[in-house]
């Protein structure tokens, strides 16, 4: 039977709903900050490339690229792994997981 709009039945279901929520979030005392798969992609791929140019005797793999300025990285154009076409199609999977 097909909820109708407005009705008793509807009113009574979003009340119950509302509540539900209000409750949750003084559960969770409103920290909402989950981690979601996107917020550890990036490290993935970067350790993943790391590892292959390892193997292939490439740059080398301890390098701290996160940890330099903006200006070095302006400077030898380095882009975050993420700007790539490698980082938009991993994080294109995971959202249509």
Do not use: C
């Not at 109708?4 to 559960?27: G, H």
């Not at 490339?49 to 390892?54: G, H, K, P, T, V």
């Not at 990285?73 to 991993?90: L, N, P, R, S, W």
Request: no cysteine; aromatic share 10%; charged share 25%.
């Amino acid at each position: 039977m097909p909820l109708t709009f407005p009705s008793a039945t509807y009113d009574s279901l979003r009340s119950t709903l509302v509540q539900a929520e209000l409750m949750l979030l003084r559960v969770l005392r409103f920290e909402l900050r989950i981690p979601v798969p996107t917020k550890f992609l990036s490290r993935y791929i970067d350790r993943t490339i790391s590892q292959i140019n390892a193997e292939n005797d490439g740059w080398s793999a301890t390098d701290d690229y996160e940890g330099s300025t903006r200006d070095y990285h302006d400077e030898f154009q380095i882009v975050d792994v993420m700007e790539t076409g490698v980082g938009k199609a991993a994080q294109s999977r995971v959202v249509e997981a």
